[in-house]
Antibody
Framework: EVQLVESGGDFIQPGGSLRLSCAAS????????MSWVRQAPGMGLERVSG????????YYADSVKGRFTISRDSPKNTLYLQMNSLRVEDTAVYYC????????????????WGQGTLVTVSS | DIQMTQSPSTLSASVGDRVTITCRAS??????LAWYQQKPGKAPKLLIY???NLESGVPSRFSGSGSGTEFTLTISSLQPDDFATYYC????????FGGGTKVEIK
């Protein structure tokens, strides 16, 4: 059974940094692209970042480009999201999501999701 | 980015009703569309991919159709467990989601 467990969410002031982690199990982690998808309170879904199965390609939403960095450690079966220069508008639940099937590299639907971790950015 | 527009934003229905949700893309996406169900405080759950393919384990009362720019999700006979918010998502290019349709009890 696929399991994705996020951690690292916290309450942080604007301008601060945070690193989220996602521990994966139940599948061959190194064979799947992964993403971070966020949901602001009461709002819809936004994929903020994606990474290819081998980590060689990364993708970012314009809203986080230059501030967030996605990475993966395949021996540890863990996905990361380094978030710098955090803004109030980054407040959201951040979900780790596994590629379900793809149309092209970076362009896929999400077959499995973690339970999410809450990031609150406020002064 | 491709913009996805869902309608209606809220839908009131009763158990047993046939329910249809529409999703429109700002440009053609062929059949590269997925549908998700989300309940309060929970992660989204994949229902349908490539516009009309039912994910394993999803009840057959859910179905999807469409191609190009217009898509529909249909629940043939609404069940108590189906009251939730539904999202479409395109993956023809950088993935983007619709704004969601909340299905509530009438």
């Amino acid at each position: 059974e696929v399991q994705l467990v996020e951690s690292g969410g916290d309450f942080i002031q604007p301008g601060g940094s945070l690193r989220l982690s996602c521990a994966a199990s139940g599948f061959t982690f190194s064979s799947y692209a992964m993403s971070w998808v966020r949901q602001a309170p009461g709002m819809g879904l936004e994929r903020v970042s994606g990474i290819s199965d081998n980590g060689g390609s990364t993708y970012y939403a314009d809203s986080v480009k230059g501030r967030f960095t996605i990475s993966r450690d395949s021996p540890k079966n863990t996905l990361y999201l380094q978030m710098n220069s955090l803004r109030v508008e980054d407040t959201a639940v951040y979900y780790c999501a596994k590629e379900g099937g793809r149309r092209a590299p970076g362009y896929y639907y999400f077959g499995s999701w973690g339970q999410g971790t809450l990031v609150t950015v406020s002064s | 980015d491709i913009q996805m527009t869902q309608s209606p934003s809220t839908l009131s229905a009763s158990v047993g009703d046939r329910v249809t949700i529409t999703c429109r893309a700002s440009q053609t996406i062929s059949s590269w569309l997925a549908w998700y169900q989300q309940k309060p405080g929970k992660a989204p759950k994949l229902l349908i991919y490539q516009a009309s393919n039912l994910e394993s384990g999803v009840p057959s009362r859910f179905s999807g159709s469409g191609s190009g720019t217009e898509f529909t999700l249909t629940i043939s006979s609404l069940q108590p467990d189906d009251f939730a918010t539904y999202y479409c998502q395109q993956y023809n290019s950088y993935p983007t989601f619709g704004g969601g349709t909340k299905v509530e009890i009438k």
